[in-house]
């Protein structure tokens, strides 16, 4: 995502700056995922919009230190993640997966509190 219009024609300014490529595959994929899906809704353009107005000192922040690429590259994992499962398998199927995995994580999470502390 980065600078330019509602067209789906901007550059991902972060991501680019993060994976040192325009051309990078997951740069590439989170295009994708803009296009298909934040584009089409009213919503999503409206994010679009402000991400195309906050990016751009962000990503050269970015893009001046190593430590800072590399740290925005972990960030950006579970966005890559959830666009390629959304371009692959539909963005309802996606959420719901997503969902899923929270609550089975919540409730794994819970059941260690309860019982995995130690007793007096």
């Known amino acids: 995502m980065g600078s330019g219009s509602d067209t789906g024609s901007g550059h991902c300014l972060i991501a680019t700056a993060a994976f040192g490529s325009y051309l990078h595959p997951y740069v590439g994929l989170l295009r994708d995922f803009r296009d298909s899906f934040l584009l089409t809704k009213r919503i999503g353009q409206a994010f679009v919009r ?44 996606s959420v719901f997966l997503l969902l899923a995995f929270l609550f089975l994580t919540g409730m794994g999470v819970r059941k260690l509190v309860r019982f995995g502390s130690p007793r007096d």
């Not at 962000?58 to 590259?73: C, G, S």
């Open 50 to 93: 402000w991400y195309y107005r906050v990016s751009p000192p962000l990503a050269d922040l970015i893009a001046q230190k190593a430590y800072i690429r590399a740290a925005v590259r972990v960030v950006l994992l579970p966005t890559i993640g959830f666009s390629a499962l959304a371009l692959n398998i539909g963005l309802f199927g």
